[in-house]
């Protein structure tokens, strides 16, 4: 048998880049509790002062940083984390997740302008409607799978954002302008000495939120980031998450097993959904007003490109594959019209680099080994080099 990295260099780089990967995966599954609990406090660290200046010089020459930091970066990070619950533990395809997102941004349009709620109440409120219509959405589909699966929930992400579009309650294609901003939590403000101010922090108010300054935004989105980080890994820990796994492997074996093959798929859907609800109030308390066409379906194919990019299934992965995606495209803004393209070549050159995804999870990569893809029932026409074809077989 000849060795699979044979004379090309490709293959040697990838090898490496597995091996180190693996290294460090080993390392942190091995560290102590302390070590952990340090990295992550460097982590929140280092994202508490990504808004600083000097960072977004090189960053983000184009756009204002902080801004960019909320929306696009933040907003697909939550999206994405939604998103993996539903692709990545679960192995459910789909293509119609903006319709979430669109939900949760016009109920928060609709309850802070028609009926003056604040935007704590209208969270709340945002992610039960957007685990219901998850719910609504699953109930008859998720009997469903693969392809089919992927084109209903296509579909449904088409229907929200058309119903939207013809809706005069809400504004129809001129969408609802107006929406309140989050109430200001307290006045005070960051100190204006040496240290804060090389960092671009002197003087700001985080927790005032208002039109012109996004780095309070940030850190209220970095909040729900964190939040639906410890949320979803628990999950994905528990009995819950392992049911997950067993389903994306093979569901009918999970379900010869006795697990509820069903009722987990729909918890799944509905968790993801409010997941993205969430995003979409938190986008719409900034954006002040929104429109029909901010939830294209592209938007959908995007966060699905992230996860897949990042390594589906594998959280740190997850949030390093959005961010790339909302980062590339605005760093090479001063291309103009070749951005897109450069773009796509971008992320065509990472996944032939790395199929399985940027930072996948063992589990994942055992699976593409195997030929089902990755990714469960989702990947389960595409064959192995291995795989016998049962055909084959009985010839």
């Known amino acids: 048998m000849n060795d699979s990295s044979g004379g090309n260099p490709l293959n040697r780089v990838r090898d490496a880049y597995s091996s180190a990967s693996d290294s460090v995966r080993d390392r942190w599954s091995d560290a102590p509790g302390w070590a952990r609990w340090l990295v992550y406090l460097i982590l929140i660290v280092v994202a508490l002062v990504l808004p600083a200046d000097g960072i977004g010089s090189f960053m983000s020459p184009y756009t204002d940083w902080p801004t960019l930091l909320f929306f696009p970066i933040g907003g697909y990070i939550l999206l994405a984390i939604g998103l993996n619950v539903v692709v990545g533990q679960a192995g459910l395809l789909d293509l119609g997740y903006v319709a979430f997102f669109a939900i949760g941004g016009y109920t928060m349009a609709v309850f802070g302008v028609k009926f003056g709620w604040s935007f704590w109440e209208i969270l709340f409120v945002g992610v ?4 219901l219509s998850g719910i609504i959405l699953g109930a008859p589909t ?4 693969g392809d089919y699966l992927a084109i209903v929930t296509l579909g449904f992400g088409e229907i929200v954002r058309i119903t939207a579009n013809n809706t005069d309650y809400i504004g129809g294609p001129n969408g609802m302008g107006g929406i309140p901003h989050p ?5 005070w403000t960051i100190p ?5 101010d090389a960092l671009g922090f002197g003087g700001v108010q985080p927790f005032k939120y208002g039109a012109l300054d996004g780095k309070p935004y940030y850190y209220l989105m970095l909040v729900l980031i964190v939040v639906g980080i410890i949320f979803v890994k628990r999950l994905e820990n528990s009995r819950v998450g392992r049911a997950w796994a ?3 492997e093979d569901e009918d074996a999970a379900e010869l097993m006795g697990v509820p093959t069903f009722k987990f798929k729909l918890a799944a859907f509905a968790i993801g959904a409010a997941i993205g609800g969430a995003t979409g109030v938190m986008y719409g308390s900034q954006a002040v007003s929104i429109i029909p066409t901010n939830f294209p379906f592209i938007l959908s194919a995007t966060i699905l490109a992230a996860v897949v990019l990042g390594g589906s299934g594998n959280l740190p992965g997850v949030i390093l594959g959005a961010f790339l995606v909302a980062w590339i495209p605005e760093r090479i803004r001063g291309l103009q019209e070749y951005r897109i393209l450069v773009f796509g070549g971008v992320l065509v050159l990472l996944m032939v680099f790395r199929p399985e995804g940027l ?3 063992r589990r994942r990569k055992a699976e593409l080994a195997e030929g089902t893809g990755g990714m469960g029932t989702m990947g ?4 192995a080099p291995t795989t016998v074809v049962a055909g084959e077989v009985s010839e």
């Open 359 to 361: 930072l996948p999870s």
């Open 183 to 187: 109430p200001t939590l307290t006045e």
């Open 192 to 196: 204006d000495n040496g240290f804060f």
């Open 128 to 131: 039960i409607l957007s685990a």
């Open 246 to 248: 067993s389903i994306r």
């Open 142 to 145: 998720l009997r469903l799978r």
């Open 380 to 383: 389960a026409e595409v064959a």
